[in-house]
Every structure is written in structure tokens, then in C-alpha cells.
């Protein structure tokens, strides 16, 4: 899996918009790029998933470059339930992704 | 609900007893996942089964084991427990074929705290 580098820790304040980037400079051509959100106590949870460009749902946007090489998370207008850890994983979508490897996270916090 | 269920919820155990908890996979999932995240502590891959063989080993200690029995549901058992070993383990399933170019978003259960004293 490709190593990932995101900030450890951000705040916000409620109604704000939340970038969240995450590093992968030695991502594979065949590599995903796939966010989770945990709140305490709670397993992970998939957010969304991109290859390029731009890929929005009903709860984020990821935004991912050309080069590939980073990504990042947007948040629109969180609240206090948006209050978690934020993990960015990238591997191959089948073959090889036999470890689902998470780093330390984004842990984020929203603030009234 | 991420279908995929997790049993006990809470288990409270004495250091050196053996305890296991118990994961049934979202319906159609071939592939299992167990990971440890300690208080304050990031997810610790431990071991993954695909259709009843183990597929990957991560940071599993040797007291601790695991199988995926043919109905898919696996368990992780836990030997000669420690303080240490005090944790939220969760169980995870995914649509994880070898060599199909899908099913890498992995769903987790709600996890089983243990608590050892």
C-alpha cells in the first residue's frame, strides 16, 4: 500500500467548509484513494472513494490532482457531528490490497 | 448498520483466561478483517480470511488466533489475556475477490470491548 502522510489533528467551527489533505507521493497507477470517518467508540466508516478529478456524495467531495499525489477531503459546512477521526487509504481495488493498513488519522474537531 | 455483526459487545475477563469473540460478515462477503485499537490508539490490522483460509497477518500476537468457519462467520480467539490486551477489537467484512477489480471498501461492526482485570 502506498504510504500516506495527513495532519494529525485540525479544528473547526460549525458552518465551515473542511479540507482535509492527505500525501501519497508513491501511489500506483492502479491505486484508489478511499476516506473513512470514525467516531469514538465506532468502527470505521467509508466516506468516499476516487481515482481522479473529482468524485462528490451526498456527505464529502475528494478532490485529487493531475499527478495524484495527494488528495483532499472536503467537508461542506460541518457540524458537531462531524466531530471524528478521518483516515485517507490508497490501494488497488482487488489483488494485492490484502492489508487495509490504517495511519494515525485526521482527528478532527468542531467547535460551536 | 454496516451488516456486519459483532458478538459479545462488552466482555470483562480476569489476566490469563481465554475469551472469543464472535463475527458474522456482511451477507455475500467472502473476506474478514480483524483489527485491535487500543484507548487512544490507531487500528492495528491483526489477520484477514478469504472463504475460510487466512489471507494476511498483520500485528497478531502468537496468544492470539483466528478462523473462518465455512458459513463465513469467523472468531478471534484471545489465550492468557494481559492487562494489555484491553482494547475495542473489530470485526470487518468486504466483497474482496483475488484478481476482480472491486470490493476493496471495507465495512466495519460496531466491535467488541474487552476488558481485562
Known amino acids: 500500500l502506498a504510504k500516506t502522510t495527513q495532519p494529525i489533528s485540525m479544528d473547526s467551527y460549525e458552518g465551515q467548509e473542511v479540507n482535509i489533505t492527505c500525501s501519497h507521493n508513491?501511489?500506483?497507477?492502479?491505486?484508489?484513494i478511499t476516506w473513512y470517518q470514525q467516531f469514538p467508540s465506532q468502527g470505521p466508516r467509508f466516506i468516499i472513494q476516487?481515482?481522479?478529478t473529482k468524485v462528490t456524495n451526498e456527505v464529502a467531495s475528494l478532490f485529487i490532482p493531475a499527478d495524484r499525489k495527494s488528495s483532499t477531503l472536503s467537508l461542506p459546512r460541518v457540524s458537531l457531528s462531524d466531530t471524528a477521526v478521518y483516515y485517507c487509504?490508497?490501494?488497488?481495488?482487488?489483488?494485492?490490497?490484502?492489508?487495509?493498513?490504517f495511519g494515525a488519522g485526521t482527528r478532527l474537531a468542531v467547535h460551536p | 448498520d454496516s451488516g456486519v455483526t459483532q458478538t459479545p459487545k462488552h466482555l470483562i475477563t480476569a489476566t490469563g483466561q481465554r475469551v472469543t469473540l464472535r463475527c458474522s460478515p456482511r451477507?455475500?462477503?467472502?473476506?474478514v478483517y480483524w483489527y485491535q485499537q487500543s484507548l487512544d490508539q490507531g487500528l492495528q490490522f491483526l489477520i484477514q480470511?478469504?472463504?475460510?483460509?487466512?489471507?494476511a497477518k498483520g500485528n497478531i500476537l502468537e496468544r492470539f488466533s483466528a478462523q473462518q468457519f465455512p458459513d463465513l462467520h469467523s472468531e478471534l480467539n484471545l489465550s492468557s489475556l494481559e492487562l494489555g490486551d484491553s482494547a475495542l477489537y473489530f470485526c470487518?467484512?468486504?466483497?474482496?475477490?483475488?484478481?476482480?477489480?472491486?470490493?476493496?471498501?471495507?465495512?466495519f461492526g460496531e466491535g467488541s470491548w474487552l476488558t481485562v482485570v
Open positions: 470487518a467484512s468486504s466483497a474482496f475477490r483475488p484478481g476482480r477489480n472491486s470490493g476493496n471498501t471495507i465495512y
Open positions: 508513491n501511489i500506483a497507477t492502479n491505486d484508489y
Open positions: 451477507s455475500g462477503d467472502l473476506s
Open positions: 476516487g481515482y481522479k
Open positions: 480470511y478469504y472463504n475460510g483460509e487466512e489471507r
Open positions: 487509504l490508497v490501494g488497488p481495488l482487488s489483488g494485492g490490497y490484502n492489508k487495509l493498513i
